[in-house]
């Protein structure tokens, strides 16, 4: 080309959950047996979604309307179902035009990122889900910033960080916490959402708070949304329904703004945001008419109930089993369904493998070299094993090493196995 037709932030544009992917279809193709652990999609992983949602889609998929456009916002119907729930809770109150709907989360994500003046940046959580840290970092052209989530203090977050970072950096305008977190499965307590939501109010800044597996907590939790204890500080909240119904190919998600009236400048940046969706006249049309009829029906959260006890009874098992390895550092999830594992520092080394078949060698052989460490025995497990997992420094954009495993495996004694083949691995390789 003559001239450069890359966009700066280009390089930033990572995605290790799906890019495993290929080497594990490269290593099927040659035999080995796949167990897919890499991805967050509960329907990939074999759940049934129930057969009376199933109507409901169907049902709307008669009416002529579910295959027009929606407003830009969203159908007003819709919006006034979440309004009218986000209002009964308690905290702030809103109304529909503060609603905004996208092509699931991830177009969200992007469109929030991309309508940020370049200079300003937003700090979010270390480990990161990627599709935030990368899209951030890209609008900026440089690495995202991040505060700690501790694997030594429970994956509390570390506040001083954040604190000392927002002082010393005028150009961050923005705290992320992803609550539910992917990949840690931490859920932030009340208290602490109001302390980070503090430092927001006294540095002027504002919040995003990804709230896709706010209804995918465990009972002990304490999970309490952004909204309960935003106050007067501006903020946006995200929600959707790939994991809940679960319906990630619906590609439906919407964003919540708090107080738009309190800030011109946020005002001015949600309006971009809000203008760019309209650019692209609207999102999918079939989800938004289905969501209210959902989770208005009364076996709705009686359902989701029945999913959070799996999650959590395999969320303990994994941590039986890893916890009793004293190289790793693993804590029980409280919400999502993930399991994380940390290998404790200067536990890996680039000398150790495991039992790699031949034919296999070929492909994975040239990848170990030019990975982390982590990497390394991520790459070492899916070709001994087929196992597929995800590296946590790499995969989450994280300066821990470890890996990320889902709680979506339909079948107990699969799963179970999966968890024990993972953990006689990890002490075969570190010997
Ligand atoms: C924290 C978080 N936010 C957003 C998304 C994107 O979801 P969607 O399917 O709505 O794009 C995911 C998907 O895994 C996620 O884990």
Redesign the pocket.
């Known amino acids: 080309m003559r001239t450069n037709i890359v966009h700066p932030g280009a390089d930033e544009l990572v995605y290790e959950i799906r890019e495993i992917v290929e080497v594990a279809n490269r290593l099927e193709s040659l035999g080995l047996n796949i167990t897919w652990e890499n991805i ?1 999609d509960p329907v990939e992983k074999g759940e049934r979604v129930p057969d009376w949602i199933k109507e409901i889609v169907s049902k709307a998929s008669l009416e002529n309307s579910s295959y027009g456009y929606s407003p830009t916002k969203g159908l007003l119907e819709s919006r006034e179902y979440i309004v009218h729930e986000r209002n009964i809770e308690g905290g702030i109150q809103i109304t529909a035009d503060d609603i905004l709907f ?1 092509n ?6 992007t469109k929030i990122y991309q309508n940020l003046n370049p200079k300003a940046r937003i700090i979010g959580p270390n480990p990161a ?1 990627p ?2 840290s990368s899209a951030e970092a890209a609008h900026a052209d440089s690495g995202h910033i991040t505060y700690q989530l501790d694997p030594k203090n429970n994956w509390e977050p570390n506040l001083d960080e954040i604190r000392r970072k927002v002082r010393d950096n005028k150009d961050i305008v923005g705290i992320l916490i ?1 609550n539910p ?2 990949p840690t499965g931490f859920v932030y307590s009340q208290e602490t959402i109001k302390k980070i939501v503090d430092i927001a109010r006294e540095n002027d800044l504002f919040i995003i708070s ?1 709230e ?2 706010s209804n995918l907590f465990f009972p002990e939790s304490g999970m309490k949304k952004l909204a309960s204890v935003i106050g007067d500080v501006p903020a946006i909240a ?1 929600r ?4 809940e119904f679960p319906w ?1 190919g619906a ?3 919407w964003i919540e703004f708090y107080n738009r009236d309190k800030d011109e400048n946020f005002n001015r940046y949600t309006k971009s945001i809000i203008d760019s969706k309209m650019l692209e006249v609207c999102s999918t049309t079939l989800p938004q008419l289905v969501l209210p009829r959902v989770m208005k029906d009364n076996r709705y959260f009686s359902y989701l109930d029945e999913r959070i006890k799996k999650y959590e009874r395999r969320s303990d098992y994994a941590y039986e089993v890893f916890s009793k390895i004293p190289e790793l550092v693993a804590h029980k999830a409280k919400g ?1 369904f993930y399991f994380t594992v940390i290998f404790k520092e200067g536990v890996l080394n680039d000398g150790q493998s495991l039992h790699i078949e031949e034919r296999y060698k070929d492909i994975i052989g040239p990848l170990l070299g030019e990975s982390s460490l982590d990497k390394r025995f991520v790459y070492c497990l899916l070709a001994s094993t087929g196992i597929c997992i995800v590296p946590m420094s790499s995969g989450f954009n994280s300066t821990h090493m470890g890996f990320r495993m889902t709680l979506l495996e339909e079948d107990d004694q699969k799963f179970e196995k999966t968890v024990n083949t993972i953990a006689e691995s990890i002490k075969d390789y570190i010997g």
């Open positions: 967050g996208f699931g989360l991830g177009d969200a994500i889900y599709t935030h992803i977190d992917n990804d896709i597996y995200m959707g329904i790939s994991k990630p590609r439906c998600g999502a």
